[in-house]
């Protein structure tokens, strides 16, 4: 199913530092504070490192990364490996149509750009239909309604979410590698006009809140 774009205007960042869980939260929640249009972040991280949700138990993260550092993201969803996945974060700023969406419409609407960029290069996949929610555990053994069904019938991406007063933080995980075109084919598919841009991240207000929220243990455990 082909979408019109829900976008007018989208900067596409392809951050490519490798930053440890913590950096790329920090990087995320800096980049909503400083918002001034649509953006979409691709980006890598370093080794051995994995992310749970924030409604997910500390406790039930650390059985399922075994080995793995791991850094509480500041959304909702499942438990997520980031050894081998491919990571992407839409920022969009309140005023806008996909911010003003209901969750599950704005997470529908993203995923089904994600799925086009993927037909797009060579990938069988498709949004999944209604299904019973799961909250928590390895995110891709638990699909929900509208994550991403691969040929296989299996779940290849999945997202989570967050609103705040200044828009909608929506940060993505696709389960398997992709082309390098990836990022530009999904900014494509959410908006009319996409610009390449070259961000230098603010790595003082960064430090600050990695050790404000993603490197505090009271972070980790809070409920």
Known sequence: MRMSAVI???SLWMD???RSGPANMAVDEWLLE???GPLLRVYRWEENWGSYG???????????LIGLKRVRRWTGGG???HRSDWTYTLLIPRGELLAGMKGAE?????????????????V????????SSTPGGDCFQRPVE????GAAGKKIAGAGQRRTVRGLLHQGSLGMSADEGLGLRLAGCLAREVQVAEIHADESRIADLMSLRYTAKEWQERR
């Open 79 to 81: 438990i997520v490996d």
């Open 34 to 36: 400083t918002l001034e």
């Open 146 to 149: 509208f994550d991403l069904i």
């Open 8 to 10: 007018e205007g989208l």
């Open 54 to 64: 924030y409604f997910v138990p500390d406790s039930e993260a650390a059985q399922s």
């Open 106 to 122: 704005s997470y529908r609407v993203i995923h089904q750009a994600l799925a086009n960029a993927l037909q797009a290069g060579g």
């Open 124 to 131: 069988e996949c498709a949004v999944a239909g209604a299904r």
């Open 16 to 18: 490519d530092v490798a």
